[in-house]
């Protein structure tokens, strides 16, 4: 079998368990995968026989994620270095490009995170221009107060 035909087979497999963005992300991840192993000198078979039948892998990814109750969403990660791609970027001039995959407990650390500094620097500033701010609604309601009078 080469590395068409195993990918071809694990997405068949993988296209009854989940939806297409997620075969497609699967998908993606192994072709990226056996291409990292074939640079880093292993042969298409070797990188083939290590993954195994692709029919049991799709199932093992399958079950894993009921297992884990994970959508495979930004949860889902991988253990595996992911090989940057090579982009051309229209001008003749290429670059690299490396996808970072967070997992979703430290996406939710850093937008908390995010928040409490939002909200340190919000009272913070209302700490400092308070005094500011209460003399001025001080003198507009005295202003008002006198101008009613009148």
């Given at each position: 079998m080469?590395?068409?035909?195993?990918?071809?087979?694990l997405q068949?497999a993988?296209a009854?368990g989940?939806?297409?963005?997620?075969v497609?992300?699967?998908?993606?991840?192994?072709?990226?995968y056996?291409?990292s192993e074939?640079?880093?000198?292993?042969?298409?078979?070797?990188?083939?026989?290590?993954l195994?039948?692709?029919r049991l892998l799709?199932?093992?990814?399958v079950?894993?994620?009921?297992?884990?109750g994970?959508?495979?969403?930004?949860?889902?990660?991988?253990d595996?270095?992911?090989?940057?791609e090579?982009r051309?970027d229209?001008r003749?001039?290429?670059?690299?490009v490396?996808?970072?995959?967070l997992p979703?407990?430290?996406?939710?650390l850093?937008?908390?995170?995010i928040?409490?500094?939002?909200?340190g620097?919000v009272?913070?500033l209302?700490?400092?221009?308070?005094?500011?701010?209460?003399?001025?609604l001080?003198?507009?309601?005295v202003?008002?107060?006198?101008?009613?009078?009148?």
């Amino acid at each position: 079998m080469n590395r068409e035909e195993f990918i071809t087979k694990l997405q068949h497999a993988l296209a009854g368990g989940m939806s297409a963005g997620q075969v497609a992300e699967h998908v993606r991840y192994y072709r990226e995968y056996i291409d990292s192993e074939i640079r880093r000198g292993k042969t298409e078979a070797e990188v083939l026989a290590q993954l195994g039948d692709p029919r049991l892998l799709a199932r093992s990814i399958v079950d894993a994620g009921k297992r884990a109750g994970t959508a495979y969403g930004s949860d889902y990660e991988y253990d595996e270095e992911v090989a940057g791609e090579v982009r051309d970027d229209g001008r003749g001039r290429t670059g690299s490009v490396q996808r970072v995959m967070l997992p979703g407990w430290l996406v939710m650390l850093i937008i908390v995170v995010i928040a409490v500094v939002v909200i340190g620097l919000v009272s913070s500033l209302l700490y400092i221009f308070a005094p500011v701010i209460i003399a001025v609604l001080i003198v507009t309601l005295v202003v008002r107060l006198i101008r009613d009078k009148k």
